[in-house]
């Protein structure tokens, strides 16, 4: 593989006139040095691409590389580089150690990247490139997703319309209308008739009353928990009023947007295997119950062929680079607080395959063990049935420093002093949330490597002591690394570590058995055992929820914990290691296409709001060259 050399600079320009001054490799010329086939690649332009998945039928018989998760400390507001750390440990295996490898990411939502965080393209010289084209559209996978999900979002609330003001008869002939005189079911059609126990196949030979149970979903608007999506932070769409037209004959229903990423469809091209098993995700996914309480699926509404159209391309990684030149899979954008958190299995599965026994996948799961890892492990390691060999947990002095008692840490505020000063008491007492994260990763069987990311204002001492608690709490070793600064190079020692602890035994293991216990009970094992919580508070709305989705046959789910990432609990201003509280569950639903059951946490929201002064600010495009400035 051609490596690309960096032109490391002090100061540090900017992320995007970094990633602009690195001429990245013709993504066609990566796809042939990792081991694709002319044919197993789509061009979407010059750097990126998509890669079909035939390429792992081709080598299934191929051991899988080492498979390292990349997971974190609770950050503070300002994230503490783990996407940075996830592509600066990619860069130096590959070019410090001459490994193969491949980094797995999620794609960003625009949410967040004209909101407050920005990009997430990595950062310094630990970065994908052309990270305008990673942190924007990519490929318009997103896209793909808002637009299945409105479209049954649309699909569900037409459906109500049409059966509130017609017959039986008239809702039925419209439903299956005859064509030159001769009525035909169409195939998703027929699976409805087999999942009512209707064994006629001649549409006019029905009864009246299986016309009925036919043609009427009968959906009890009160129970419905889909909802429409877009990519953007607008938190006036938290709750909507819709139906207000008079066309619409009075039907109206309050409901809600939530960001896109935090779809169920979003899940489900996170979670499949291939076009087959997504189709089969997507027809179960459950939109509500009927009046009796039965659940209604995305089969019931007829959708699920026109969805999984929509999604055809999107199911496909998309293909890109490192500032040095390895390769990077780019493929579905769940957040971790608010969904599970984690890139695709597909992109792992392809990517293990291409690296071969001796390579490496560093995958990335979403803020910190409590919530990415967790999920990581739980649900989509269940469901893929990879192991991972080693867990790398980011930290940075600054967090510590915040979860030891620090001031608040603010964005777009001036840092407090005390992070830009040594202060060893505040580091000490802050080790506590980074010791909770590893017992954490213990609990799963796994070898824990802590990477400390280095910021120019941390002292020698206060990096000497994190390294110091890291291993007496069992970490198996605690690197300080430089890559932001120094790319692949400064993180050549947290490399080398990574190496040594894939070498050891792992193992891994579930947290708690999804099939024997119950809903509830899995929600109490995860907040007392990740967590640190003495128990939980349901309310009688989530316990009819629970008893719903248990008949419902939902209960053997693994459980998709919605929660604050800025602190262990779910109040984030609780820092450190608190222990004590009761975790309060206000809500639950159930995302049954993607395989999970989806307690929200507290006030956490599915719709995230914009600042003050957002990122877009400072986003614009030069009128001449087309180069776009501001991103980061």
């Known amino acids: 593989m051609r490596v690309l050399s960096l032109d490391l600079k002090t100061p540090v320009p ?94 960003p939502s625009q949410g967040p990247t004209f909101g407050i965080k920005g990009g997430a393209a990595g950062g310094g010289y630990s970065q994908v490139i052309p990270m305008e084209e990673f942190n924007l559209h990519l490929t318009g996978d997103i896209h793909a997703v808002t637009a299945a ?49 209707i064994t006629e196949s001649d549409p006019d030979k029905l009864t009246e009353e299986e016309i009925k149970r036919f043609a009427r979903l009968d959906i009890d608007p009160s129970t419905i928990t889909w909802v429409r999506v877009m990519d953007t932070n607008d938190r006036f769409l938290r709750k909507i009023t819709i139906g207000q037209a008079s066309t619409e004959k009075g039907k109206t229903r309050e409901t809600q947007f939530d960001i896109a990423v935090a779809s169920e469809i979003m899940a489900v091209l996170a979670m499949t295997t291939g076009l087959a098993d997504m189709k089969q995700r997507l027809s179960r996914m459950v939109i509500g119950s009927d009046s009796v309480g039965n659940a209604v699926t995305a089969d019931d509404i007829g959708v699920t062929g026109a969805l999984a159209v929509l999604m055809r391309d999107a199911i496909k990684p998309n293909l890109m680079q490192t500032l040095e030149g390895t390769p990077v899979f780019v493929h579905a954008g769940p957040f ?11 992109a792992d599965k392809i990517a293990l395959k291409l690296v071969g026994p001796d390579g490496f996948v560093v995958t990335e799961s979403g803020f910190g063990s409590d919530i990415g890892f967790e999920k990581f492990c739980n649900i989509k390691c269940r469901y893929s049935g990879l192991v991972p060999n080693a867990v790398v947990i980011v ?28 202060h ?12 909770k994260h590893i017992t954490n990763a213990h609990k799963f069987g796994i070898p824990v490597v802590i990477a400390i990311n280095k910021f120019h204002f941390d002292s ?15 970490a198996f070793d605690a690197v300080v690394s430089s890559h932001w600064s120094d790319g692949g190079a400064g993180a050549r020692d947290l490399a080398l570590a990574v190496d040594k602890a894939t070498r050891e035994p792992s193992n891994f293991r579930f947290l708690y058995d999804a099939e024997n216990l119950t809903i509830e009970e899995k929600i109490e094992t995860i907040a007392k055992e990740i967590y640190g919580a003495d128990g939980i508070s349901v309310t009688p709305e989530v316990t009819a929820k629970i008893q719903r989705f248990t008949e419902q046959g939902f209960g053997g789910l693994p459980i998709c914990m919605a929660k604050t990432h800025l602190s262990l609990s779910h109040d984030a201003t609780l820092k450190g290691a608190p222990t004590g509280f009761t975790l309060p569950i206000r809500d639950i639903r159930a995302s049954v296409g993607a395989g999970f059951v989806f307690p929200l946490v507290g006030a956490i929201a599915t719709m995230p709001g914009l600042p003050t002064r957002p990122c877009f600010f400072d986003i614009d495009i030069d009128d001449e060259t087309e180069d776009i400035y501001g991103l980061f």
């Open 149 to 197: 999900n409105n479209l049954l979002a649309a699909a569900i609330d037409a459906r109500m319309f049409h059966e509130s003001t017609q017959t039986d008869q008239a809702l039925y002939n419209r439903l299956v209308p005859a064509k030159k005189g001769v009525r035909v079911f169409s195939d998703i059609q027929k699976r409805r008739l087999n999942k009512l126990g």
């Open 424 to 435: 060893l008491d505040l580091v000490v007492k802050g080790c506590a949330n980074m010791i």
């Open 395 to 422: 930290t940075t002095v600054r967090a510590l420093k915040m979860h030891g008692g620090g001031p608040t840490v603010t964005p777009g505020a001036p840092l407090p002093k005390e992070y830009n000063e040594e």
């Open 460 to 474: 020698d001492e206060e990096l000497k002591v994190v390294r110091e608690k890291a291993l007496e709490a069992g």
């Open 336 to 346: 971790a607080n608010i969904a599970h958190g984690n890139s695709s299995i597909i």
């Open 14 to 107: 900017s992320d995007i006139d970094i990633a602009r001054a690195q001429q990245p490799k013709p993504v066609s010329e990566l796809a042939s040095e990792i081991g694709l086939l002319h044919d197993e690649l789509e061009l979407y332009g010059k750097y990126k691409g998509k890669v079909s998945l035939s390429t792992l039928v081709r080598l299934k018989n191929r051991q899988n590389g080492r498979y390292v998760v990349v997971a974190g400390i609770n950050p503070t507001p300002l994230g503490e580089g783990k996407s940075t750390t996830s592509v600066g440990l990619s860069q130096a295996l590959g070019s410090q150690l001459k490994c193969n490898v491949f980094a797995c990411l999620r794609q």
